[in-house]
């Protein structure tokens, strides 16, 4: 079961931290991912964090965006920074078994999902 926190209404420029709290499973052995969702358009990979802590962003949030991990805590975190109105979207964290790399952009390879938390950039 995963919970995400962590959203609100910011400016441009501003930052957030996203947490994504994990019960059940094996965490440290899963792989993690952060996706978006815009309002009115399809979910969209954002990052990834494999269980050796390897990262890999969308291009448009790479310099902006961190993902990191604590398996002892069992919470995965994205740190925003720089944002733009176009991050705007709800957010959700996913954990996957075995996830191979030419699928880390997919929501098919994730076996599950936070219930979302919503990021909303002003101009």
């Known amino acids: 079961q995963l919970q995400a926190s962590g959203g609100g209404l910011v400016q441009a420029g501003a930052s957030l931290r996203l947490s994504c709290a994990a019960s059940g499973g094996t965490f440290r052995s899963y792989a993690m991912g952060w996706f978006r969702q815009p309002p009115g358009k399809e979910r969209e990979f954002v990052a990834h964090i494999r269980w050796n802590g390897a990262t890999y962003y969308q291009n448009s949030v790479k310099d902006r965006f961190t993902i990191s991990r604590d398996n002892a805590g069992n919470t995965v975190y994205l740190e925003m920074n720089s944002l733009k109105p176009e991050d705007t979207a709800a957010y959700y964290c996913?954990?996957?078994?075995?996830?191979?790399?030419?699928?880390?952009?997919?929501?098919?390879?994730?076996?599950?999902w936070g219930q979302g938390t919503l990021v909303t950039v002003s101009s």
């Open positions: 996913a954990a996957g078994r075995g996830v191979i790399m030419s699928s880390i952009t997919q929501p098919r390879a994730y076996h599950a």
